[in-house]
């Protein structure tokens, strides 16, 4: 099978990783890719949200399966235009991925299959949504309707600083068209905790737990990233959990979505919020989290490619994926700046001295240049280790991250503190 990865980032390092060892796999290509990714497939430099481009080559170079990390290429049809041409992918169709693509339409999907998540309205009216917030109170949250790079949302604890998110989005266009609509809803309060299954347009299988850590700055302070870190598996998600998660809100969310005419495949990745009242949905992704996806990818033991291409041909029926029992977690290093302004083009040493029983040094945002290695982005490495429990893999992580000669770059050093204190 000659199989095209889509998106340059560490999920997709990781996802070049884990294809590549497929004995399905006869030639890998990944488009952009990034330098690590080079290691293990053949990077072609289109953008990831190069819809036209990516068609075209995949149409010329007869690839047999598509591969989508990024949301950007699926809610721009990606998958439907590969369909056009004959060529299967993993992910889901625009319709489908209007879940992640826009917030109020995957509200009102809840709300007409009674998937708990919280009370909301939708606003197009910036007076409209002032004089909610005004009627409603703090704390309440506010988020722009579309994609807007995970910095859509804010939970004001005052009604000001709702009314002045509501005039960002709305009057200053802080997130271009995504924000002209803008969902307004119930603040809750509990843990938060990730959910990935795989859905093949009928059938949900579950995928292990993994947890991220968005938040900056150690012990989850500062402003908000893509994902400082992840471990899995996630302490907090217990069998009887999962059974409820998959019974309230993946299978409810599945069907309805087959109801209305816009099937789902692919990873139906659900953030929750576990409150008093049960587990309610913050909201949905329609791709892998990144850098869960890293954690993922290192406990999985079965081939992933016969795995995504069922979920694209409705075969997970019958499925099953085969886990570590070892702990995962992975170590983001960002370069200093991150999440704010950052330069690009710092040396980044000692790679070599990182072997993989120690760790795997998935690439998120790195180029090469004359032989040599630079930071090319935010996200720079992921270092991603395993071990018995997670205090061992975060040893294991952390040693190998200070192998690495890179004094522009900077990581947290307490990814997977909540496990760990939790004994895990
Ligand atoms: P989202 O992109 O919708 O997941 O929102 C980003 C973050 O904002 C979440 O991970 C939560 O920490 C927080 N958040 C979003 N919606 C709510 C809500 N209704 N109540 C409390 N916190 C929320
Ligand atoms: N780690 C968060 C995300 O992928 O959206």
Redesign the pocket.
Known sequence: MRVLVVGGGGREHSLCWAISASPLCDALYCAPGNAGIAQDAECVPIAADDIEGLLRFATENAIDFVVVGPEAALVLGLVDRLAEAGIKAFGPTAAAAMLEGSKGFMKDLCAKYAIPTAAYGRFTDAVAAKAHIEQTGAPIVVKADGLAA?KGVTVARTTGEALAAVDAAMIDSAFGDAGQELIIEECMVGEELSFFALVDGRTALPLVGAQ?H?AVGDGDTGPNT??MG?YSPAPALTEALQAEIMERIIEPTVEGMAVEGAPFKGVL?AGLMLTDEGPKLLEY?VRF????CQVLMLRLRSDILPALVASCDGMLETFDLRWSDDAALTVVMATVGYPGAYAKGSEIRGLDAVSPENAIVFHAGTATENGRLLANGGRVLNVTASGATISEAQAKAYAAVDMIDWPEGFCRRDIGWRAVARGA
């Open positions: 995970g991220d968005k893509g994902g992840a990745y992704n989290g990144d850098p869960e």
